[in-house]
């Protein structure tokens, strides 16, 4: 069994920061992507940001500029240090894990390349 937990997640003023961070703990795997998903209300997820572990190489995937993902392989962690946060940035934010085998820069996308879930923290933004 494997296992994500999150952590980070609160209230803040819009222009503010928060820092999320994530980790993985269980039976032996191999971790090829961890990255970070968000879901508001009435709203489907949405892919935020994601680090993939390609060979020795480290790429990283974002569709916000405003936030930065870093990540430890060997400690099966992620973290997100997002900046001038806007209220539309409020929802539950999850962390995933890809664990079967490498995905593709389209794939990291895909909600549903990614193997396990933590149970989400909810980052609330306030105008």
């Known amino acids: 069994q494997v296992q994500l937990v999150e952590s980070g997640g609160g209230l803040v003023q819009a222009g503010g920061s928060l820092r999320l961070s994530c980790a993985a703990s269980?039976?032996?795997?191999?971790?090829?992507?961890m990255g970070w998903f968000r879901q508001a209300p009435g709203k489907d997820r949405e892919f935020v940001s994601a680090?993939?572990?390609?060979?020795?190489?480290v790429l990283k995937d974002s569709v916000e500029g405003r936030f930065t993902i870093s990540g430890d392989n060997a400690k099966k962690s992620v973290t997100l240090q997002m900046s001038s946060l806007k209220p539309e940035d409020t929802a539950v934010y999850y962390c995933?894990?890809?664990?079967?085998?490498?995905?593709?820069?389209?794939?990291?996308?895909?909600?549903?390349?990614?193997?396990?879930w933590g149970q989400g923290t909810q980052v609330s933004v306030s105008s």
């Open positions: 269980g039976r032996t795997f191999s971790t090829y992507a």
């Open positions: 995933a894990a890809a664990v079967t085998r490498t995905i593709s820069a389209r794939e990291v996308f895909d909600d549903r390349s990614y193997t396990y």
């Open positions: 680090i993939r572990w390609v060979g020795t190489g």
